[in-house]
């Protein structure tokens, strides 16, 4: 089986367009835009990964089997991710329910 050949064009451009990037990511960090820095650093990320998956990677000439591995690895990291923001998020809720009494206030240890 033959694998896909890509120019070294194509490669340069793409390095060159992820050094870019990352300028831009350094300079975005120096600028202070409220709740937007965050979202801008993660679009940026985002493409820059999206890049290296497609082309340094190869997916963009991968069949459908590596596809499909991929997209389950990324399922995968979604359910982990939001298993673990779901406990983080609700560590804030420290009342518990009515008759309960808690170690700190019943005096044991």
């Given at each position: 089986?033959?694998?896909?050949?890509v120019s070294i064009k194509l490669y340069a451009l793409i390095f060159i367009t992820l050094l870019v990037m990352t300028g831009v990511t350094t300079?975005?960090?120096?600028?202070?835009?409220?709740?937007?820095?965050?979202?801008?650093?993660?679009?940026?990320a985002i493409f820059k990964a999206s890049l290296v998956i497609l082309f340094f990677?190869?997916?963009k000439y991968a069949g459908k089997l590596p596809r499909l591995v991929f997209a389950s690895t990324l399922l995968w990291l979604a359910i982990l991710i939001t298993l673990t923001m779901s406990d983080v998020l609700t560590r804030s809720w420290d009342h518990p329910p009515q008759g309960w009494?808690?170690?700190?206030t019943s005096g044991q240890r």
């Open positions: 089986m033959a694998g896909h050949i300079a975005v960090g120096y600028v202070d835009l409220g709740r937007w820095n965050i979202i801008i650093a993660l679009a940026i990677m190869h997916m009494q808690s170690l700190s």
